[in-house]
């Protein structure tokens, strides 16, 4: 009976120091996770605040393009109904003609500035649908970032129940 005591004894000395072992190792790896959860967490955080913030950006470019579209519609209708009293008046007399050639010069320079308005807002549209790209992309990395941030936590609540179970089978024993 005292052989199998002091195997007893040196198995439960044993255990007790693998269990010992496992729970230094499993603290040690609840800790990285955590750590691990918290830059993730930190880090989500801060896209979401990026993607507001340029949607924001996003919406304000959209209503000035459209402003700007109202604008350059009526500036159009504008400059056509000018372009009709000119000529009407250019048949009257040679006054009205050079008033007209002056009015026309004007007309083609709003019409050139209005032009290059509407490039530079083309350009600008053109950057909002790559910036709706980036932010798409974004989200699809955000929501990499929400699985990976889930996969952790399933992984600390595993090793939770494996380190609950180990106690239950150390307290039996």
Same mark, same amino acid.
């Given at each position: 009976?005292?052989?199998?005591?002091?195997?007893?004894?040196?198995?439960?000395?044993?255990?007790?120091?693998?269990?010992?072992?496992?729970?230094?190792?499993?603290?040690?790896?609840?800790?990285?996770?955590?750590?691990?959860?918290?830059?993730?967490?930190?880090?989500?955080?801060? %896209?979401?605040?990026?993607?507001?913030?340029?949607?924001?950006?996003?919406?304000?470019?959209?209503?000035?393009?459209?402003?700007?579209?109202?604008?350059?519609?009526?500036?159009?209708?504008?400059?056509?109904?000018?372009?009709?009293?000119?000529?009407?008046?250019?048949?009257?007399? %040679?006054?009205?003609?050079?008033?007209?050639?002056?009015?026309?010069?004007?007309?083609?320079?709003?019409?050139?500035?209005?032009?290059?308005?509407?490039?530079?807002?083309?350009?600008?549209?053109?950057?909002?649908?790559?910036?709706?790209?980036?932010?798409?992309?974004?989200?699809?990395?955000?929501?990499?970032?929400?699985?990976?941030?889930?996969?952790?936590?399933?992984?600390?609540?595993?090793?939770?129940?494996?380190?609950?179970? %180990?106690?239950?089978?150390?307290?039996?024993?």
């Amino acid at each position: 009976y005292r052989d199998k005591y002091r195997v007893a004894v040196e198995l439960l000395n044993e255990t007790r120091a693998e269990l010992d072992e496992f729970q230094v190792s499993s603290r040690e790896l609840e800790q990285e996770l955590e750590q691990e959860l918290e830059a993730t967490e930190a880090k989500h955080a801060d %896209l979401q605040e990026r993607i507001t913030r340029l949607e924001a950006d996003k919406e304000e470019w959209k209503n000035k393009f459209i402003a700007l579209q109202k604008q350059h519609s009526s500036t159009v209708s504008a400059m056509q109904l000018e372009m009709d009293n000119l000529r009407s008046e250019r048949d009257n007399t %040679l006054i009205a003609i050079r008033d007209l050639e002056m009015g026309n010069d004007e007309l083609e320079s709003k019409h050139r500035v209005t032009h290059s308005s509407l490039l530079d807002m083309e350009i600008k549209y053109n950057r909002t649908i790559e910036e709706k790209t980036l932010l798409e992309q974004e989200v699809i990395a955000k929501q990499e970032l929400d699985e990976e941030c889930q996969r952790l936590k399933d992984d600390v609540r595993d090793a939770n129940n494996e380190i609950a179970i %180990l106690r239950d089978r150390l307290a039996k024993a």
